[in-house]
């Protein structure tokens, strides 16, 4: 098993650019989780999707949007990139998403926006 | 609110000291616990966890007990290795409805031979 996968690993941006940080699971997990990691912050919840056809924001959604194309996969869109967007974003799933319930995390994008 | 406050690092250590990071936490409800650890360049991996107060969590020599009358979830090792040197992330969850982690700021072990 691969587990968590995401794609691509570094990215950079202009301002103003759009782009998709995709992420797939092999572990058929049914919640999925978006992740931003920034110095000095810990990780942030940005959005994510408890069952295949649900999607929730987070505690900083402002800025992206996300599509859960399947059980599997669970992408993140930057339809307007800013500076304030530069950071590690991480991917992460769970089995079913309630207590008690372990998050296994994909290998991180990391992303600079000019 | 539910927040997680870690000491700040970097921790420096010479291989084969003790290790104590702490992690404080304030929270509605009862929470579950969690220390991750993040190696160079890969994602996070949980390392331990505890559902209840007076639980200790340990994997890999590493240990943690949820003391509620302190809040706290400190995480502690005998003796530290080069192979040790990562960032530790205390964290907690909610136990109702859907599970969502809230992250400490992280803590960056250094480990020296």
């Known amino acids: 098993n691969a587990g968590v996968t995401q794609t691509p690993k570094f990215q950079v941006l202009k301002t103003g650019q759009s782009m998709t940080l995709q992420c797939a699971q092999d572990?058929?997990?049914?919640?999925m989780y978006w992740y931003r990691q920034d110095p000095g912050m810990g990780l942030r919840l940005i959005y994510y999707s408890a069952s295949e056809g649900t999607t929730d924001k987070g505690e900083v959604p402002n800025g992206y949007n996300v599509s859960r194309l399947n059980k599997r996969e669970f992408s993140l869109r930057l339809e307007s990139a800013a500076p304030s967007q530069t950071s590690v974003y991480f991917c992460?799933?769970?089995?079913?998403?309630?207590?008690?319930?372990?998050?296994?995390f994909g290998p991180g994008t990391r992303l600079t926006v000019t | 609110g539910n927040s997680v406050t870690q000491m700040e690092g970097p921790v420096t250590l010479s291989e084969e000291a003790f290790l104590t990071i702490n992690c404080t936490y304030t929270?509605?409800?009862?929470?579950?616990l969690f220390w991750y650890v993040q190696y160079p360049g890969e994602g996070l991996q949980l390392l331990l966890k505890?559902?209840?107060?007076?639980d200790k969590g340990s994997n890999k020599g590493f240990e943690a007990t949820y003391r509620k009358e302190t809040t706290s979830f400190h995480l502690e090792k005998g003796s530290v290795q080069v192979s040790d040197s990562a960032v530790y992330f205390c964290a907690l969850a909610v136990n109702t409805g859907f599970q969502k982690l809230v992250f400490g700021t992280g803590t960056r072990l250094l480990v020296s031979p």
């Open positions: 572990m058929n997990h049914n919640s």
């Open positions: 992460a799933s769970s089995e079913r998403g309630s207590f008690p319930d372990e998050q296994y």
């Open positions: 929270a509605t409800g009862y929470p579950s």
């Open positions: 505890a559902t209840k107060a007076d």
